[in-house]
């Protein structure tokens, strides 16, 4: 099955947004270029945040054969649909669908500080992001969060990366849409992320 009729379903099925599919998948192509730009070469871990109705998980996926993948979603009926979408993909086999709040995800041994890359489209507000994130992310990895079109100068604090273990953070465009590249330069404190929701109802900016 083509990609772009999964993400049709998942469209029908209201677990992906409006526009036209093609769109979705160019956006997520942007993903692909920005991440492999920041390494030099593709992750050999990748870990998609709240993947929903499949993007930019089943992209990268696509794009990045040699890679081990692992899409976190909080909902049983997406995770299911994502499943699905995998097999008819022929990908079952290199990525894991994680249904846990990604906080959790984040302080599970099996999971922390493990991939070379994170990615999160439309997950969380940028210092809930950026928090789980790091409970994630290598030392040496990046994260690429999908940014809004309107350019914020507070909304990657230099001095608040640094307490989760990030550089300063790197905007740049591509494939028509603007991303924000975090690179890992030191482990992050045991403490985050915080418990579940904690990050999201008292940011730590």
């Known amino acids: 099955?083509?990609?772009?009729?999964?993400?049709?379903?998942?469209?029908?099925?209201?677990?992906?947004?409006?526009?036209?599919?093609?769109?979705?998948?160019?956006?997520?192509?942007?993903?692909?270029?920005?991440?492999?730009?920041?390494l030099g070469h593709a992750p050999g871990r990748y870990c998609d945040l709240g993947t929903g109705g499949g993007v930019p998980g089943l992209v990268l996926a696509r794009a990045w054969a040699g890679s081990r993948g692992a899409f976190v979603d909080s909902s049983q009926r997406?995770?299911?649909?994502?499943?699905?979408?995998?097999?008819?993909?022929?990908?079952?086999?290199r990525v894991e669908v994680v249904v846990e709040r990604a906080e959790v995800?984040?302080?599970?041994?099996?999971?922390?500080?493990?991939?070379?890359?994170?990615?999160?489209?439309?997950?969380?507000?940028?210092?809930?992001?950026?928090?789980?994130?790091?409970?994630?992310?290598?030392?040496?990895?990046?994260?690429?969060?999908?940014?809004?079109?309107?350019?914020?100068?507070?909304?990657?604090?230099?001095?608040?990366?640094?307490?989760?273990?990030f550089g300063p953070a790197t905007i740049l465009r591509s494939h028509g849409a603007t991303f924000a590249t975090l690179r890992k330069v030191d482990r992050a404190p045991s403490a985050f992320p915080r418990p579940s929701g904690r990050p999201t109802k008292r940011p730590l900016w």
């Open 1 to 38: 099955m083509e990609l772009a009729a999964v993400l049709d379903e998942a469209r029908k099925a209201g677990f992906l947004g409006p526009g036209d599919v093609g769109l979705h998948i160019e956006h997520a192509r942007g993903f692909v270029t920005v991440v492999e730009d920041a």
């Open 78 to 93: 997406r995770g299911a649909a994502l499943r699905r979408a995998l097999d008819r993909l022929n990908l079952a086999g």
């Open 105 to 165: 995800v984040a302080q599970d041994e099996a999971w922390r500080e493990s991939f070379d890359a994170v990615t999160a489209r439309s997950f969380a507000p940028a210092a809930a992001t950026a928090e789980i994130a790091a409970g994630l992310v290598a030392v040496g990895g990046v994260v690429v969060v999908s940014e809004p079109p309107a350019p914020d100068p507070d909304r990657w604090p230099e001095d608040a990366l640094l307490r989760l273990g």
